[in-house]
């Protein structure tokens, strides 16, 4: 069959990392079969761990809800990954949903439309012609999201891309690049590391739970720190950066940065793209 095999792995690696999380002892099994409907197949993910109560069952699906308060504290996580595997998944067609009795385990489940595999051939092939048309420049453009509160510094960065092929989304606060990293991909994050509402380290530590909640490759995340504290570049590297640049940042060194990604083929986005 054909289907959107990145966003069925999101959700399955959720899925399957939360009963990994919460069993103990016992097993977890994926299942994955046709079902009644013609084309459409089953996934569904047992295990024997802790159990959810039924007046919760729905609730989980919620944005940043977990059973219990203490759940943070015992398991971490966000509360946000069922939220967004249920939205994945009906935006495939299906309905993710959960049965469960308390200390015994849960089952989460959803029948997904699928296309037969046949009909999935030409489109491949359409694709590697474009493909073909397309030329190969020197550095493939990135899509950049820069979080910076500061105007002035967003223009500056603003005007060192003008002229390159690379798109700039910006966010003037920790959680709105967390918010918009969550509802698009980008191959390169430029994190301001003092910034109101959620500093950049938080910000960045959110994005990378949210990878791994979520089975997204984790994009590059370069903090931007003042030049005179070291403890910033060492504090961000901590939080899950990939490095950083430092203020006031020259031309020079940012261009070198981007060079230096666009051609990484050790970008997973970027070499499937090649
Ligand atoms: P997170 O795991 O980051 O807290 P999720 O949205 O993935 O967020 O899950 C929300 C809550 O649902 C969890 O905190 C947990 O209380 C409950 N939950 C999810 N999956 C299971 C499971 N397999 N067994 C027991 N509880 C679960």
């Known amino acids: 069959v054909c289907g959107d095999a990145l966003r069925i792995r ?14 103990q002892r016992g097993s977890i099994t994926v299942n994955v079969k046709p079902a009644d409907n013609a084309g459409a197949i089953q996934f569904a993910v047992t295990d024997t761990g802790i159990g959810i109560p039924e007046s919760k069952l729905k609730e989980i699906f919620g ?75 020197s550095s493939p453009p990135l899509r950049i999201l820069l979080g910076e509160d500061a105007e002035d510094n967003r223009q500056l960065i603003r005007a060192y891309l ?3 092929s690379h798109l700039l989304d910006t ?18 994050v430029l994190m301001d590391v003092q910034m109101p509402v959620m500093d950049g380290y938080s910000a960045t530590r959110a994005i990378r739970n949210f990878e791994r909640e979520t089975g997204r490759a984790p994009a590059p995340i370069y903090a931007l720190t003042a030049f005179a504290y070291r403890e910033d570049a060492e504090k961000s590297l901590a939080a899950g950066c990939d490095g950083h640049l430092t203020k006031p940042m020259r031309k020079a060194a940012m261009l070198e940065l981007l060079e230096t990604i666009a051609n990484s083929r050790a970008h997973p986005r970027l070499a499937a793209a090649s």
Do not use: W
Request: hydrophobic share 40%; no cysteine; proline share 3%.
């Open 171 to 188: 966010a003037d606060d920790g959680a709105a690049v967390f918010e918009k990293y969550t509802n698009r991909e980008y191959d390169l």
């Open 63 to 137: 944005e940043f809800t977990q059973v219990d308060s203490s759940t943070t504290r015992k398991y971490g996580g966000t509360g946000l990954g069922l939220a967004i595997s249920h939205r994945l998944v009906a935006l495939m067609g299906g309905d993710l949903s959960a049965e469960s009795k308390l200390g015994a385990g849960s089952t989460f489940s959803f029948v997904l439309p699928l296309l037969a595999a046949k009909a999935a051939e030409p489109v491949a092939q359409e694709r590697n012609a474009v493909r073909a048309l397309v030329p190969k420049t």
């Open 162 to 164: 003008r002229g390159t």
């Open 10 to 23: 999101q959700v399955l690696f959720n899925v399957v990392g939360n009963a990994v999380k919460f069993t």
